[in-house]
């Protein structure tokens, strides 16, 4: 591995000559070009600083692989120095425009040119440039990123983000073109899924990869490259097109696909492979923007090599989630590196407890393998969460004439998101003097924390309560987040109202639920003591006009049981001041109502000198009530004229837990206020 570098800018003048190579080389001598890099231990990009080709660019590796020697200061992508054969372009409204500045080489050089609205500039740990075409903005950022196969940033990140700054719509799509070359093998084949790609291939959709991979030689490998399509922050191509480098370079946008041609630069005799991922054109409205972004660097393969060499590639690292079964790819590859074919060769995969196929079987007949010829192989392998942390993957390959082979690749399996609620409550409330909870509402607290090795994403926090407990006005039962990250902790507050009905201890419960994660859950239990029963007149106070737009005053109250504990019936009389309110009529409430069915007896009462005597009745044929609070009756009063008037309540009978007497009595007061 190389020293490590701290990421550097540099700007090398070069002078170009004409270059010793035909056709798509030799070209006439443009003006001098400046590359400027940012680079780690693992690789180096570089990016065209112009004023020819500004923008495009080049990855070389510095350390590459750590394991590996062989792979120190290699190409990947061609144009180490001067960047110019790899480019991309942007179709706006079914116009191509290759991003940056002007050329005049071969590649992107029948197409229109974006400029630059700011040149190529190391901010931090990538190089930015920005240009514009019309309303259309794109920014090109080339960065360092983890590799899904190495879990070290040997890989560059590739991104564009496409803005419309226009009032109206626009139809944009992106083209971005990669001349890949390994050290200075420039035509070896590409391998995608389960097989080698020798020849112009173009994979649409579900036949798209998670990832691509290169090399020469699996016994002596100089440089092993590898395009990622898929996972966090990446956007997938609609389209890869594998092709030589010829036909793309010649082509900003669409051709006539060569399915089946060789790798043979067009119009030349060289092998010169490339790859073109395409994001079809889409509507893009005012004000939006869209991201395209795809990594390419160093390929994480375990190699063993032998007369029948090995080589075994797999993600470094996945996740196991309980709510969703979420399949990775294992690639195989078998080198044929001896003198003699190999005759009935077997390729199988074993794996560790915690890992299964998704689908079909464990070993692959190969067949025959002439020398020199490479075959390889492809798993779908599901994580079953029996096992996490460091797991292993083994392929074997066996031959009925040389001798056999194994390779071992680690993989870690995260932990899902572990949720662990802890809640906390009063263990009690008080009853105080004035026959009412202390405190009310009282507070629910509750903690959460994540004891797995991925983030609990989409948090959703709810508290559960049972009848007699209701949560304060305002208060959400749902409290959300977007993520709790591994070893994190974060805390939740509810306020809660006792209803007096029912009492006793009763339980609270806050659940936990995140994606990937198996929800959890505590409970907690408060003693809510009994309250004596109070007959209530509501509201206790209030203040009416005489007259309301010259029509008498209505003003209705309510007589309410609360709690209605065992409430089986009753009576009650009421008494007022008959020179101020005038009784209208009185109407029953639930206390003599069961669904939906009027219950008897029942009496309005009888008025006499300020007062109604014996308002109510019997659930007859009915259980007893038993909630928080009942309204009896409501009296409806007309106001007569200005004045006071007590509203007091004396219960005659009452056949309920509180018994004869049993009851407090809470009355109320009418003020009605003279009309202006």
């Given at each position: 591995m190389?020293?490590?570098?701290?990421?550097?800018?540099?700007?090398?003048?070069?002078?170009?000559?004409?270059?010793?190579?035909?056709?798509?080389?030799?070209?006439?001598?443009?003006?001098?070009?400046?590359?400027?890099?940012?680079?780690?231990?693992?690789?180096?990009?570089?990016?065209?600083?112009?004023?020819?080709?500004?923008?495009?660019?080049?990855?070389?590796?510095?350390?590459?692989?750590?394991?590996?020697?062989?792979?120190?200061?290699?190409?990947?992508?061609y144009?180490?120095?001067?960047?110019?054969?790899?480019?991309?372009?942007?179709?706006?409204?079914?116009?191509?425009?290759?991003?940056?500045?002007?050329?005049?080489?071969?590649?992107?050089?029948?197409?229109?040119?974006?400029?630059?609205?700011?040149?190529?500039?190391?901010?931090?740990?990538?190089?930015?440039?920005?240009?514009?075409?019309?309303?259309?903005?794109?920014?090109?950022?080339?960065?360092?990123?983890?590799?899904?196969?190495?879990?070290?940033?040997?890989?560059?990140?590739?991104?564009y983000?496409?803005?419309?700054?226009?009032?109206?719509?626009?139809?944009?799509?992106?083209r971005?073109?990669?001349?890949?070359?390994?050290?200075?093998n420039?035509?070896?084949?590409?391998?995608?899924?389960?097989?080698?790609?020798?020849?112009?291939?173009?994979?649409?959709?579900?036949?798209?990869?998670?990832?691509?991979?290169?090399?020469?030689?699996?016994?002596?490998?100089?440089?092993?490259?590898?395009?990622?399509?898929?996972?966090?922050?990446?956007?997938p191509?609609?389209?890869?097109?594998?092709?030589?480098?010829?036909?793309?370079?010649?082509?900003?946008?669409?051709f006539?696909?060569?399915t089946?041609?060789?790798?043979?630069?067009?119009?030349?005799?060289?092998?010169?492979?490339?790859v073109?991922?395409?994001?079809?054109?889409?509507?893009?409205?005012?004000?939006?923007?869209?991201?395209?972004?795809?990594?390419?660097?160093?390929?994480?393969?375990?190699?063993?090599?032998?007369?029948?060499?090995?080589?075994?590639?797999?993600p470094?690292?996945?996740?196991?989630?309980?709510?969703?079964?979420?399949?990775?790819?294992?690639?195989?590859?078998?080198?044929?590196?001896?003198?003699?074919?190999?005759?009935?060769?077997?390729?199988?995969?074993?794996?560790?407890?915690?890992?299964?196929?998704?689908?079909?079987?464990?070993?692959?007949?190969?067949?025959?393998?002439?020398?020199?010829?490479?075959?390889?192989?492809v798993?779908?392998?599901?994580?079953?969460?029996?096992?996490?942390?460091?797991?292993?993957?083994?392929?074997?390959?066996?031959?009925?004439?040389?001798?056999?082979?194994?390779?071992?690749?680690?993989?870690?399996?995260?932990?899902?998101?572990?949720?662990?609620?802890?809640?906390?409550?009063?263990?009690?409330?008080?009853?105080?003097?004035?026959?009412?909870?202390?405190p009310?509402?009282?507070?629910?607290?509750?903690?959460?924390?994540?004891?797995?090795?991925?983030?609990?994403?989409?948090?959703?926090?709810?508290?559960?309560?049972?009848?007699?407990?209701?949560?304060?006005?305002?208060?959400?039962?749902?409290?959300?987040?977007?993520?709790?990250?591994?070893?994190?902790?974060?805390?939740?507050?509810?306020k809660?109202?006792?209803?007096?009905?029912?009492?006793?201890?009763?339980?609270?419960?806050?659940?936990?639920?995140?994606?990937?994660?198996?929800?959890?859950?505590?409970?907690?239990?408060?003693?809510?003591?009994?309250?004596?029963?109070?007959?209530?007149?509501?509201?206790?106070?209030?203040?009416?006009?005489?007259?309301?737009?010259?029509?008498?005053?209505?003003?209705?109250?309510?007589?309410?049981?609360?709690?209605?504990?065992?409430?089986?019936?009753?009576?009650?009389?009421?008494?007022?001041?008959?020179?101020?309110?005038?009784?209208?009529?009185?109407?029953?409430?639930?206390?003599?109502?069961?669904?939906g069915?009027?219950?008897?007896?029942?009496?309005?009462?009888?008025?006499?000198?300020?007062?109604?005597?014996?308002?109510?009745?019997?659930?007859?044929?009915?259980?007893?009530?038993?909630?928080?609070e009942?309204?009896?009756?409501?009296?409806?009063?007309?106001?007569?004229?200005?004045?006071?008037?007590?509203?007091?309540?004396?219960?005659?009978?009452?056949?309920?837990?509180?018994?004869?007497?049993?009851?407090?009595?809470?009355?109320?007061?009418?003020?009605?206020?003279?009309?202006?």
């Open positions: 190389g020293t490590l570098r701290y990421i550097a800018l540099m700007v090398n003048a070069v002078a170009v000559s004409a270059l010793a190579l035909s056709g798509a080389w030799a070209q006439v001598e443009p003006p001098k070009a400046r590359a400027i890099a940012v680079e780690n231990e693992f690789i180096r990009i570089r990016v065209n600083a112009g004023p020819q080709e500004a923008g495009r660019f080049a990855v070389d590796t510095t350390g590459g692989d750590p394991s590996r020697s062989a792979d120190d200061n290699k190409v990947l992508i144009g180490s120095r001067e960047p110019w054969t790899s480019y991309t372009t942007v179709v706006i409204d079914g116009t191509p425009h290759v991003f940056g500045g002007p050329t005049e080489r071969r590649a992107g050089g029948g197409a229109a040119a974006t400029a630059l609205s700011a040149e190529p500039r190391v901010d931090g740990n990538q190089v930015v440039a920005t240009a514009r075409v019309g309303d259309i903005e794109i920014r090109q950022t080339l960065g360092f990123a983890r590799s899904p196969t190495t879990r070290v940033k040997d890989a560059a990140l590739i991104s983000e496409v803005t419309n700054r226009a009032p109206r719509e626009h139809v944009v799509g992106l971005v073109m990669v001349d890949t070359m390994l050290g200075s420039d035509g070896a084949p590409l391998r995608a899924g389960g097989g080698a790609i020798e020849r112009a291939t173009q994979l649409v959709g579900a036949d798209i990869p998670e990832y691509w991979q290169a090399f020469d030689s699996l016994a002596d490998p100089a440089v092993i490259s590898q395009g990622t399509l898929g996972g966090p922050g990446l956007s191509p609609n389209r890869l097109e594998m092709v030589d480098w010829g036909t793309l370079a010649d082509s900003a946008w669409s006539a696909f060569p089946g041609a060789d790798f043979t630069r067009r119009g030349e005799e060289a092998q010169d492979t490339a073109a991922l395409y994001w079809d054109p889409a509507p893009l409205g005012p004000g939006e923007s869209r991201t395209y972004a795809t990594l390419y660097g160093v390929g994480g393969v375990s190699l063993s090599p032998a007369e029948l060499s090995l080589g075994l590639t797999a470094a690292e996945v996740d196991f989630q309980h709510d969703e079964v979420r399949p990775f790819s294992v690639v195989a590859y078998v080198e044929n590196s001896g003198g003699f074919e190999s005759r009935g060769t077997r390729l199988a995969l074993s794996l560790s407890e915690g890992l299964k196929l998704a689908e079909g079987s464990a070993t692959v007949q190969l067949g025959l393998v002439p020398p020199g010829q490479t075959r390889q192989a798993w779908r392998v599901t994580p079953t969460g029996q096992a996490t942390g460091s797991l292993q993957i083994v392929a074997t390959v066996t031959s009925d004439n040389l001798e056999p082979n194994r390779v071992t690749r680690d993989i870690t399996v995260n932990s899902p998101p572990q949720l662990v609620v802890k809640v906390s409550a009063p263990e009690s409330l008080r009853v105080s003097l004035e026959n009412r909870y202390v009310n509402p009282f507070e629910v607290g509750a903690k959460i924390a994540n004891r797995g090795a991925q983030a609990g994403k989409n948090l959703v926090v709810s508290i559960e309560l049972p009848e007699g407990l209701a949560l304060a006005d305002g208060v959400e039962a749902n409290q959300v987040f977007a993520r709790l990250d591994p070893a994190a902790e974060l805390a939740c507050r509810w809660v109202r006792a209803l007096g009905m029912p009492t006793g201890p009763l339980p609270i419960v806050v659940k936990a639920t995140a994606a990937g994660a198996k929800p959890a859950s505590e409970r907690a239990r408060v003693r809510i003591p009994e309250l004596v029963p109070e007959l209530q007149v509501h509201p206790a106070a209030q203040r009416v006009p005489e007259l309301t737009d010259g029509q008498p005053t209505l003003v209705p109250i309510s007589v309410r049981l609360v709690p209605a504990r065992d409430f089986r019936g009753g009576t009650v009389t009421l008494s007022y001041d008959a020179s101020v309110l005038e009784p209208l009529y009185v109407s029953r409430g639930e206390g003599f109502v069961e669904q069915r009027l219950l008897s007896p029942w009496s309005a009462g009888r008025q006499q000198d300020g007062r109604i005597e014996n308002i109510g009745g019997e659930r007859a044929g009915a259980p007893a009530l038993n909630v928080a009942a309204t009896l009756f409501t009296v409806v009063f007309m106001a007569k004229q200005p004045g006071d008037s007590a509203i007091t309540l004396e219960p005659t009978s009452m056949l309920a837990a509180g018994g004869e007497g049993g009851y407090r009595v809470v009355g109320g007061t009418i003020v009605v206020e003279p009309s202006e």
